[in-house]
């Protein structure tokens, strides 16, 4: 159970940022294609605005120019203007201006409808007529701006108005009704320290702030300066002022069509002067926004460029385009921003929603993290309970198998089980059929017991009176006399460090010093044999045959390896000192142990040893000194 516990966790752990993180990129990129369209949107309306203004700037300029450049040239007004009678040139001038500004609006007005006020778009439709938007403000808002300028660029009175302090801008509105749109400054604002002579070198566009009564208060005006000359000598006489209003800028329309949108309300106006002109725009604000375009110019040489300007709690993302890019006169900006407010409030009720979607998800990912927890629960509880008995030594255990990836598992577990008991299976057999330490080696590394010369001591232990004994016994009684007298045999060899090279018979060989040796080899197999002697006298007190044995040992230089075939291998020793070790257990009398001078030589003293005569063996030359220890 800790280990589903640990397991769910881990599940929930990497699920949950998982949804968390899916959840989170999804609102992010909603918010980002939701401002993005947002923006779109008013961007669309604010380039709309400006298409609308190049195009009417560009019909009106060619509309005029022409005409004001013609009205420049005309005698009465030169030779007003050459004698300093700024009343008469006004009078002369004002009529033809005031007819001009009459029908140039008409005709604006009426094409308005006829024409598009920005670029196509996909969401327009073949067929469809825009209605034509009528002029904002009433009919002051549409009256003309005309005043000369004499040449040191200051405008010049009217004499029945010079009391007043007023200048030359009387106009008659189309309804017939008087409407006074005038500057304040008699000055031109742009000058700076040039000369106007120097500025005005040709004919010029650009935008006034004028003054329409107190009710319309300040208001925008396009104007033409056109300059004077005199032809005779080309002097520079002055100039007359021709304004109209901008006639495609409609903010008021634009304000009212966006302000019941669910965006809120877009405005505008025009920056000029230092100012910025708008119907739309709160007064609280104008200053401030007048003051961002202002360092925005200032800082950046970009003519179009969009800010997002935080005003009282509020952000609101405004965008201004120049409109008289390069003219030597001050710049004119179109703006138009809107308030963040709504996308803001949209926003957060969209995070409202992703958080609450993103819960639910969370949610349902802990339902089926519990579902697939405990679905993995019993498989692979049975699959720890089962590793467990592995480890503890039962290779028998199986788990069940089912048709996913955790049965593709447990039948891996199960062919892995099988495995590990038939290699325990071949491990014991070979414990059984070679000595445990050979045993061990071989599985270690094959090529560990490969031939090698060792200096080894080789104990021959033989029953004697074996086959009197047995040869009226039952194959099966004579087997397990032999097993019980070997397996006593063996566990004594094991205990001291002995080596079991293999049964003959009656016969076991043991080996010291090979595979691994521990120093005192002889020193062991003879106490191994002394040990024999009393295991057996022991084992006699309990069987129904007892049994009497001898024992040769000796000592020195054999060839120690796995030798046989590559079907079946055998670990045993070879040489000299192995047929000698042989045939003085051939020798040895009951209760004997009959050793080599090469083993005899390695003893410790307190062991008593016997020698004997010098003995021809079978098989060797030369006689052997032989010596005994009695059991």
Known sequence: MKFLSSFRAKLILTIFPVVAGVTTGALLLTEWRFSATYQQLFEEQF??????VTQAKNRRFSALSSVLERMAQKPELITAMREGDYQKAGKDLRPALESLAQERLQSEFS?????????????????????????????GQSAPFIALINAQGNFVHHQRNRSAGENATFNTTPDGDPAQVRRRSDTMPWLGDRKFEETLKQQEVGYLIVEAGERRGEQVREVFITPLRDPADGRFLGAFVFGLPLPAIADRVLYEQTRRSEHGEIMGGIWVEGKLVSTTVPEDQKEIIAQT????????????REILLPIGKEKHRLIYRVLNPGSPFPQA???????????EKEIAGLRRSAFSLGIIALLVALVLVMYISRGLSGPIS?????????????YDVRVPVTRDEVGRLAHAFNDMAAGLALQEKYRSILNAVADRTVAERLIENREALGGELRDVTMLFCDIRGFTSLTEKMPPHEVIELLNEHMTVLTQVAYDHGGIVDKFVGDLIMVLFGAPITTGNDAQRAVTCARAMFQARREQNTRSRHPLEMGIGIATGSVVAGCMGSDQRLSYTVIGHRVNLASRLCHIAQAGEIVMDAETAGKLDPGIPVTP???MQLKGISEPVEVFRIAA
Do not use: M
């Open 47 to 52: 380039e709309s605005q400006i298409y609308a």
């Open 111 to 139: 094409t308005l409808g006829r024409l598009p006020s920005g670029p196509p778009t996909d969401r327009d439709r073949p067929g469809d007529r825009r209605e034509p938007p009528r002029p904002p403000g009433g009919t």
């Open 293 to 304: 375009v202002a360092r925005s110019l200032a800082g950046s040489a970009d003519p179009n």
């Open 333 to 343: 900006v179109q703006v138009n921003f809107y308030s963040l407010a709504a996308l």
């Open 382 to 394: 049975s699959l720890v309970n089962a590793a467990q008995e592995i480890e503890r030594g039962n």
């Open 612 to 614: 004997l005569p010098p």
